[in-house]
């Protein structure tokens, strides 16, 4: 960011997206940071990361796309644990929540990333993809932004916070991986073996 100012923002962006361990929670308070000190112009950083949000989600979307369903369902049946069935009914979810899918997706961390591949995979019509992905990115990359900015020299306290909810997230995610496993291995065990 230091070399490319707003741009630089917009890269680093684009780059936690494909690569989520890259935390948008530091990325863009301290953009907005920078901003308050006058080194970028705080319009252009929201309109940079907002597209490197955009052009990230865009390639995870053209992942899901060219992957698509028969080698999802093919990938199913080899990992253990995993049925068939349990993507045909994810199709299904995605078919009846896409659209708020895609858009509350963008300001949940982790899932940000990761939700476009379904999209994509589902073929959402790309307009639509483009406005929700843009909208949601838009007010997830404000609000970080904005708090940076505001907070000057305590910006990492957006960190601390988002980090909390993110903990939170991964926590609830872990569980509900838990009880799926042990569904399945209580089916798996209850199955007559022939």
Do not use: C
Not at 51 to 64: F, I
Not at 68 to 92: F, M, N, Q, Y
Not at 129 to 137: A, K, P, R
């Amino acid at each position: 960011m230091e070399t490319l100012g707003a741009p630089g923002a917009g890269i680093a962006v684009a780059l936690e997206n494909l690569f989520p361990p890259l935390p948008s929670e530091v990325i863009l308070p301290l953009a907005g940071f920078t901003s308050s000190k006058g080194e970028m112009v705080l319009w252009q950083v929201l309109l940079w990361t907002t597209l490197g949000s955009v052009v990230g989600a865009l390639a995870l979307y053209g992942l899901g796309a060219l992957l698509g369903r028969e080698r999802i369902h093919a990938l199913a049946v080899k990992i253990p644990l995993l049925k068939s069935e349990d993507v045909t009914r994810t199709e299904e979810w995605f078919a009846r929540h896409g659209r708020k899918t895609v858009f509350f997706g963008r300001m949940i961390p982790l899932f940000r990333s990761l939700i476009s591949i379904p999209a994509g995979f589902e073929r959402m019509p790309l307009p639509t993809f483009l406005l929700f992905t843009t909208f949601g990115s838009f007010i997830w990359n404000t609000v970080l932004v904005m708090a940076g900015y505001l907070l000057g020299e305590q910006w990492e306290l957006v960190e601390t916070y988002v980090g909390i909810v993110t903990w939170v997230v991964i926590g609830l995610v872990v569980l509900a991986i838990a009880v799926f496993v042990w569904k399945r291995v209580t089916e798996n065990r209850r199955a007559p073996q022939g």
